[in-house]
């Protein structure tokens, strides 16, 4: 069959570079913004929550998150020293459990000589925000006495489910792709905890009572369930999932006390862009954020090369920002949803 | 069953309540009407607790509950609608109907089967968010929630505000079939003609004083009462 013989070649050498590019964009925007995505969503969750049961936006969540993984990081430490693993995931896992334990003695503990002295006062919504401000830099100075500022790695075990190498030699392709447990763990651990969150609001009795209260306080009183059990589930809930977003960031990216500072803005961003208060609306914002920001910052050329025939093929990076400027992502995100649909994907609402 | 007896209160030191007194027996309807700013939100405060008292008692079946707290009532047996916000929104008809025995440490489903027989509207909207609902139809999940601890005394705050009139005479129907089954129901109504029908006891309150207290028929037959309150 001669005249197939002939057709081959530049069939063979279109596939590959199709491959080509669907393999660079899963290495460099999709894994990636996923795993980002789902640190931003269980922060964010933890944010609406907040906001939706004691109704005030909390600022010092990125630095609950910070003391949470420092606190973890301290217990993978110990672990480490006594020999303790559970290889090939990350020590970190099972110093989790400690560290949500900690997180949460931490919050209630502010909330008992911090934040309920302005419930009982009935303080309006800005006095609330104001003083999470200040807790913030409670929680800023704490993580630095515990840990010190220094960028810590903690991420031990098997690092890598898929490499690069691994991956060329496999595929045979140009192009490699690196999946990282901690990649995966973020996924599964985000999709079991925002589940078990949602079935916990939706199931149960303390779910429900916590959703009465968030709808409307006097009736809740009136039907009697407990403003103080409430409050206390909720923190409990907001510090575990501000440990567990925390933990994965730090695995992900490595633990700087600064950087979740810095991320409580695409964190506010993904519940505000949800509608905030709003439980799956958070998750979803998280992912938006998470992959705009990501889509945003990245250089799109090697992606066009593959696909675009050669005399098209752009001369620039195509990259609409540099990296630098990540956070401006979320910030116009958040300035065009409060412009346009203030509310939310999913309408929350606006105390 | 529930009396209330010589309130005097209101609000930071201006009293707005007289030495008021009001009583429903078991099984019957008591309503208290008058024009605005005659005290009846305030009346209604007072007995719930939600406002100190100056002066006064009250009493849920002999046992003095006035030292008692909003909640406690509830708890004592004292079932309240209130006027707004007498429903949680976000939250499916079947849910609000737990949120109302929260309290309740026993089996509530004879209870939710009442409630559902009394307004089969909500258990064919059982899963439906209440704030979706008609305003009549949110009124029966606001009175089905007060239902759901299963109170001696059911004190409803103006049930028949913004709802139409075909709606308002359904709902007076519902809550006779609820005092025929041995609640007391105490309600406050701007709808006095109407209200005054269905009820056993009337209390007209003028300048935060009871001005007239009779018999339903009797004030809707009394010339007076006519004139003064219902136009003629």
Not at chain 1, 235 to 253: C, E, N, P
Not at chain 2, 190 to 217: C, K, P
Request: proline share 5%.
């Amino acid at each position: 069959m001669p005249i197939r013989k002939f057709a081959v070649p530049s069939s063979e050498a279109e596939i590959p570079d199709f491959l080509n590019a669907i393999v660079l964009l899963a290495n460099f925007v999709v894994i990636p913004a996923t795993a980002y995505g789902a640190q931003l969503a269980l922060g964010a969750l933890g944010v609406t929550l907040v906001y939706s049961v004691l109704r005030f936006a909390n600022f010092a969540h990125g630095d609950l998150m910070a003391f949470a993984t420092a606190a973890t990081i301290l217990i993978v430490w110990l672990f480490q020293g006594w020999g303790v693993s559970l290889a090939p995931l990350p020590t970190a896992i099972l110093a989790l459990p400690l560290g949500m334990i900690i997180t949460c003695l931490l919050a209630l503990g502010t909330d008992r000589f911090v934040y309920r002295f302005y419930r009982h006062q009935r303080s309006p919504a800005i006095v609330f925000v104001m003083v999470s401000v200040g807790v913030m830099f409670i929680y800023n100075a704490l993580t630095r006495f515990l840990i010190g500022v220094d960028d810590r790695r903690f991420e031990d075990g098997e690092r890598f489910i898929v490499t690069v190498i691994g991956f060329r030699e496999a595929t045979g392709l140009d192009q490699g792709l690196a999946l990282r447990t901690s990649q995966v763990l973020t996924v599964i651990v985000m999709v079991l905890v925002t589940t078990a969150v949602f079935w916990f609001l939706r199931s149960t009795r303390t779910g429900k009572s916590m959703r009465a209260y968030s709808d409307n306080e006097d009736l809740a009183l009136l039907s009697g369930i407990n403003p103080d059990r409430v409050v206390l589930v909720t923190w409990m809930l907001a510090a575990s999932l501000a440990t567990i977003a925390g933990v994965l960031y730090g695995l992900d990216k490595s633990f700087r006390p600064f950087t979740y500072f810095q991320i409580l803005l695409p964190i506010f961003a993904a519940a505000i862009v949800g509608g905030i208060g709003q439980p799956f609306g958070a998750v979803a914002g998280g992912f938006i954020i998470a992959f705009s920001e990501v889509a945003l910052t990245y250089a799109w050329r090697g992606f066009l090369t593959h696909i675009l025939p050669p005399d098209l093929i752009p001369a620039g990076l195509v990259q609409i920002l540099s990296v630098e400027y990540k956070f401006a992502v979320s910030f116009l995100i958040l300035v065009i949803v409060l412009l346009v649909r203030p509310t939310g994907i999913i309408r929350g609402r606006v105390f | 069953m529930l009396v209330a007896e010589n309130l005097t209160a209101g609000y930071g030191g201006v009293d707005i309540l007289h030495s008021c007194s009001f009583a429903v027996g078991a099984g019957e309807i008591a309503v208290i009407v008058g024009p605005n700013g005659a005290g009846k939100s305030t009346a209604m405060k007072a007995i719930l607790g939600m406002l100190p008292l100056r002066t006064g008692r009250v009493t849920l079946e002999g046992a003095d509950i006035t030292g008692l707290s909003p909640q406690a009532r509830v708890a004592a047996g004292m079932g309240f609608v209130p006027q707004n916000d007498n429903v949680f929104p976000t939250l499916t008809v079947e849910e609000n109907l737990e949120m109302g025995a929260f309290i309740r440490r026993d089996s509530y489903q004879d209870t939710m089967e009442s409630v559902y027989a009394l307004f089969p509207v909500l258990r064919e909207k059982r899963r439906q968010p209440a704030g979706e609902l008609s305003g009549g139809q949110r009124q029966q999940v606001a009175v089905g929630r007060a239902l759901m601890t299963q109170p001696k005394v059911l004190i409803l705050d103006e049930p028949t505000a913004g709802v139409s009139p075909i709606v308002m005479d359904e709902l007076f129907d519902r809550i006779i079939d609820i005092a025929r089954s041995g609640l007391s129901i105490l309600m406050v109504e701007q709808n006095a003609r109407q209200a005054l029908a269905i009820a056993d006891r009337g209390y007209v309150l003028v300048q935060g004083r009871n001005r007239f207290t009779a018999s339903g028929e009797t004030l809707l037959a009394d010339p007076e009462v006519r004139r003064s309150f219902l136009g003629g």
